[in-house]
C-alpha cells in the first residue's frame, strides 16, 4: 500500500532537522554512539516543536522516516558518517563525526561528507581488463 502524505515541511527541510537533530544526539552520546530505540525517543521529542503534518499520528519525525525511507535503519544505512551496531541485544547507531560537514548539511544537492574530492584517472590501461 502506498501512501501519499502531504507534509508541512519540504522533503529538504525535514532531512536537514532530521540530520541536525541526530547529530546533535549522538554528538552528546557518550562515543558518539547510542541505541536506537532511545534515539528513536530522543528525535522525536526534541523534534516535537515541528507541525509535521496536520494529523496528529503522523506528527513526528519517526513516522516520517518509515513512511519516506521505509525505515529509520533504511535512512541511517544510506549515510557513511553513520555506523549501525548490531548486537544479540540491542541495535545502536555510531556518529563518525569526522566524517561529517557541518557547513553543508543543509541539503542543497551538497554531499554531507568531507570526502569530497575527485580522483580522474587519464591513462586507461585497457590490459588491466582484457583477458
Same mark, same amino acid.
Given at each position: 500500500? %502506498?501512501?501519499?502524505?502531504?507534509? $508541512?515541511? +519540504?522533503?529538504?527541510?525535514?532531512?536537514? *532537522? !532530521?540530520?541536525? +537533530?541526530?547529530?546533535?544526539?549522538?554528538?552528546?552520546?557518550?562515543?558518539?554512539?547510542?541505541?536506537i530505540?532511545?534515539l528513536?525517543?530522543l528525535l522525536? @521529542?526534541?523534534?516535537? %516543536?515541528?507541525?509535521?503534518? $496536520?494529523?496528529?499520528k503522523? $506528527?513526528? &519525525?519517526s513516522?516520517?522516516?518509515? !513512511?519516506?525511507?521505509?525505515?529509520?535503519? $533504511? &535512512?541511517?544505512?544510506?549515510?557513511?558518517?553513520? =555506523?549501525v551496531?548490531? +548486537? #544479540?541485544? #540491542?541495535i545502536? *547507531?555510531?556518529?563518525?563525526?569526522?566524517? %561529517?560537514?557541518? =557547513? #553543508?548539511?543543509?541539503? @542543497?544537492?551538497?554531499?554531507? +561528507?568531507?570526502?569530497?574530492?575527485?580522483?580522474?584517472?587519464?591513462?586507461? #590501461?585497457?590490459?588491466?581488463? *582484457?583477458?
Amino acid at each position: 500500500m %502506498v501512501q501519499n502524505i502531504k507534509w $508541512n515541511l +519540504t522533503s529538504d527541510k525535514c532531512f536537514e *532537522i !532530521i540530520h541536525l +537533530t541526530l547529530i546533535d544526539i549522538l554528538t552528546e552520546s557518550k562515543n558518539c554512539t547510542r541505541g536506537i530505540d532511545e534515539l528513536i525517543r530522543l528525535l522525536n @521529542s526534541r523534534t516535537k %516543536v515541528y507541525k509535521l503534518h $496536520n494529523y496528529r499520528k503522523y $506528527n513526528s &519525525f519517526s513516522k516520517y522516516l518509515k !513512511i519516506e525511507y521505509k525505515g529509520f535503519l $533504511n &535512512f541511517i544505512e544510506d549515510y557513511n558518517f553513520y =555506523d549501525v551496531i548490531k +548486537t #544479540d541485544k #540491542d541495535i545502536s *547507531i555510531k556518529l563518525y563525526k569526522n566524517l %561529517v560537514n557541518l =557547513d #553543508d548539511i543543509k541539503y @542543497s544537492g551538497k554531499r554531507l +561528507t568531507k570526502d569530497s574530492e575527485w580522483i580522474f584517472i587519464d591513462n586507461f #590501461d585497457e590490459e588491466l581488463f *582484457i583477458k
